[in-house]
């Protein structure tokens, strides 16, 4: 299982080469607050690296979430649409977003690991 980070915090882990799981991360969602809604991508939708996936509301803010990879939405979290509040409460486990068919293993190779995300928050 190997997890990496975008500079917008994402999360993308692949555990598998089926798809990979996208959410946000501990500091992106201690930015935002409460989160009240989520709108995520369709499933089936092809989104490109960067790209925007879907909108993080809050109670303090609305906020993009860009896609960490190239690829195939595959799954969506409707645990999380029916109780966005588990972006809050467990937002690198029951609180993820979707999941993707990963179309560029480069594009993956190339975002942050651990340590270098680690630096990103501290030096912010």
Not at 36 to 48: A, C, E, N, T
Request: proline share 5%; hydrophobic share 45%; net charge negative.
């Amino acid at each position: 299982m190997t997890t990496k980070y975008t500079p917008d915090h994402e999360w993308i882990n692949i555990a598998d080469r089926e798809a990979a799981t996208v959410g946000i991360t501990h500091h992106a969602q201690d930015a935002l607050g409460d989160v009240v809604f989520v709108d995520l991508p369709p499933i089936g939708s092809r989104i490109k690296q960067g790209d925007v996936a879907g909108v993080i509301e809050s109670v303090k803010a609305a906020a993009d979430l860009y896609m960490p990879v190239s690829g195939e939405v595959v799954e969506v979290n409707e645990a999380l649409r029916a109780d966005p509040s588990l972006a809050n409460t467990d937002p690198m486990g029951h609180g993820w977003f979707f999941k993707v068919r990963v179309e560029n293993m480069g594009e993956f190779e190339q975002l942050m690991d651990a340590a270098a995300y680690d630096t990103l928050v501290k030096s912010a």
